[in-house]
């Protein structure tokens, strides 16, 4: 349980980084994005307000250039309409809001609105800085609000020279809302706002109806003095528009208060050298923190999805580890069992030796003492010899005495070979040499029962691919098993026959005894069956048949049509084996 536990804890705890992560992650990207908007909107505007103020600030200088405009101040004609109606053409060619001209006095002497109830023909804006300055021979554009119009504008002044000597000044008056509504060519989004800000901190220009010729910072009295004195703004007393600037992850954030509500913009400037201003670009990212809740609950979707998997794979991970350690404890187990099963069979197989030695062993007894005792009786008769002096023929009966010596030794010798244990060793044999030791072991049990074996010439170039010691094992069972089913016969004869193949070698031994009884025939070779009554284990026709079986050969049994068994070995030759 406190397992469980710490591992959900871990969990939530990996999920709570994550989501931490990605919302701080999240939140950058969206902000500096909307950095990059907003430098790229800024961008624009300050361009297409420059040109746009470029252009303007060309038309008074071309206005100034004519010549009838310095000839009508000269002569002071006031009566004359050609320059109203050529104002009248420069306005509305223009898109300007008004064109007018004042003498050296200040005083409008021509407009393009000449003929409207509010001209300003007649007025005097000798206070205004662009006439006083442009009378001074300095050009400007200078932003206040029009003393009748009450409206917000941009004024274009150049002096008109006559002779090198200034005689009167032309004004070209563009209204600041041209530029706030034609929000196309300001190629700004709608989910952006801007402003025009003075050097005086007044916001000239501004798509928010609020911020128009009101700051952002807090003035002092002294400085809206100042303000009111120069008449720029008229009697408009600016007003502060809440508003801070905090850092957020290395991005400047302003935050403005409007009525109830703050919102929050990044923001990007750009200055505007004809104005002595800046413009701002103000993308709103108030609802930047809520736009990360969707990102967050498809993290968290993903992540439990992806703990989900991770569960699955692990458990069918762990389950397959446990297949495998199960896997590999039955194949140890299989292998030990093998190994076991194996050591049993070699037990059996010797045990079958040591029976077949067991039933052999009266009569290998006789083949031993019958020399042992012929030996005696040579020796005796060789002292004789000695004593008579006939040492010829003493050492003629010295050599048969040495032959019986030697049987005995092959005698002894190979019952040795035979019975010790050994693994299993394929090599390619001669097949004569192997029957030979074979009968040499069975040969006493033969003479005891009075069987009469029919040799077989085999050539000692036939070789069979087989353990040499385990095939002799399985020769002497069956030829030992036909002896002794031929006891109570009155013929009794052992024979063999070899027929040979392109990769196979076929040995058949066969006897005349009584056959095979039919319904044994196909139990003989199971283990622990025998057709003796007195002794038997019933298992060395069992284990011989395992023999030649692991020789990749094989062993059957039949009846012969007339009368007697037939044993049929099968085995690869030494040409087959290769």
């Known amino acids: 349980m406190q397992a469980l536990l710490k591992r959900n804890t871990v969990c939530f705890a990996v999920l709570l980084v994550l989501l931490l992560g990605v919302y701080f992650y999240g939140r950058h990207y969206d902000l500096s994005k909307s950095q990059s ?57 223009s898109g300007a809001s008004d064109a007018y001209v004042l003498d050296t006095k200040g005083d409008v002497i021509a407009s393009s609105n000449w003929l409207l109830d509010y001209t300003y023909v007649g007025s005097n804006f000798a206070f205004r800085p662009y006439f006083y300055q442009a009378l001074a021979g300095q050009p400007l554009a200078y932003f206040a609000l029009g003393q009748r119009s009450k409206e917000r504008g941009i004024y274009f002044s150049e002096p008109i020279y006559n002779a090198n000597q200034v005689i009167g000044v032309v004004v070209l008056k563009i209204n600041v809302s041209k530029f706030e509504n034609d929000r196309q060519l300001l190629n700004t989004s709608q989910a952006s706002d801007f402003y025009l800000m003075l050097d005086d901190g007044v916001v000239a220009m501004s798509n928010q109806p609020s911020w128009r010729l009101n700051t952002f910072q807090e003035l002092s009295d002294t400085v809206l003095q100042k303000l009111i004195k120069s008449r720029r703004y008229l009697e408009h007393k600016p007003s502060n528009v809440s508003s801070t600037i905090i850092n957020v992850q290395g991005i400047n954030l302003l935050n403005i208060k409007q009525n109830t509500t703050t919102k929050q913009y990044v923001f990007a400037d750009a200055k505007i050298g004809q104005l002595n201003g800046k413009i701002s670009v103000l993308v709103d990212v108030t609802s930047v923190s809520l736009e990360q809740i969707p990102r967050l609950i498809w993290l968290s979707l993903f992540y439990v999805l992806a703990l989900v998997l991770s569960y699955s794979l692990m458990a069918r991970f762990a389950g397959y580890k446990k297949l495998l350690y199960s896997r590999h404890s039955l194949e140890q187990e299989v292998i030990e069992r093998t190994q076991a099963l194996e050591k049993a069979q070699l037990a059996l197989i010797q045990t079958a030796k040591l029976a077949t030695i067991g039933q052999l062993s009266a009569g290998i007894n006789h083949e031993i003492n019958q020399p042992l005792s012929a030996m005696n009786t040579y020796l005796v008769s060789v002292k004789r010899l000695i004593a008579k002096g006939d040492i010829t023929a003493a050492q003629e009966t010295i050599v048969i005495v040495q032959g019986l010596i030697d049987r005995v030794h092959q005698i002894v010798g190979q019952l ?115 057709t003796k009554s007195s002794n038997g284990l019933g298992l060395g026709l069992s284990i011989s048949k395992q023999i030649i079986q692991s020789f990749d050969g094989c062993l059957t049994a039949h009846n012969r049509p007339n009368g007697g068994a037939q044993f049929i070995i099968t085995l690869a030759s030494d040409k087959g084996a290769l």
């Not at 297409?48 to 000839?71: G, M, V």
């Not at 029957?435 to 077989?456: F, T």
Request: aromatic share 6%.
């Open 37 to 93: 908007q907003a430098e790229q909107q800024v961008q624009q505007l300050s361009h297409y307000l420059k040109a746009e103020l470029t252009r303007f600030a060309s038309i008074p200088h071309l206005i100034s250039d004519n010549k009838l405009l310095s000839q009508f101040i000269e002569n002071n004609d006031l009566s004359n309409n050609a320059i109203n109606s050529y104002l009248i053409d420069i306005q509305q060619a």
């Open 416 to 530: 040795k070979h035979f019975s010790k244990p050994a693994q299993t060793q394929l090599r390619s044999i001669s097949l004569a040499q192997l029957l030979k030791n074979a009968m040499l072991i069975a040969s006493a049990q033969l003479k005891q029962n009075h069987v009469k074996v029919k040799p077989i010439q085999i050539d000692d170039a036939v070789c069979v691919w087989v353990d040499g010691i385990k095939f002799e094992q399985v020769l002497v069972n069956v030829i030992t098993n036909a002896s002794q089913a031929m006891d109570t016969q009155v013929v009794k004869e052992l024979s063999f026959e070899l027929e040979l193949f392109d990769d196979r070698v076929k040995l058949s031994i066969l006897d005349t005894g009584p056959g095979i009884e039919q319904h044994a025939l196909s139990s003989i070779f199971e283990p622990f069956y025998s």
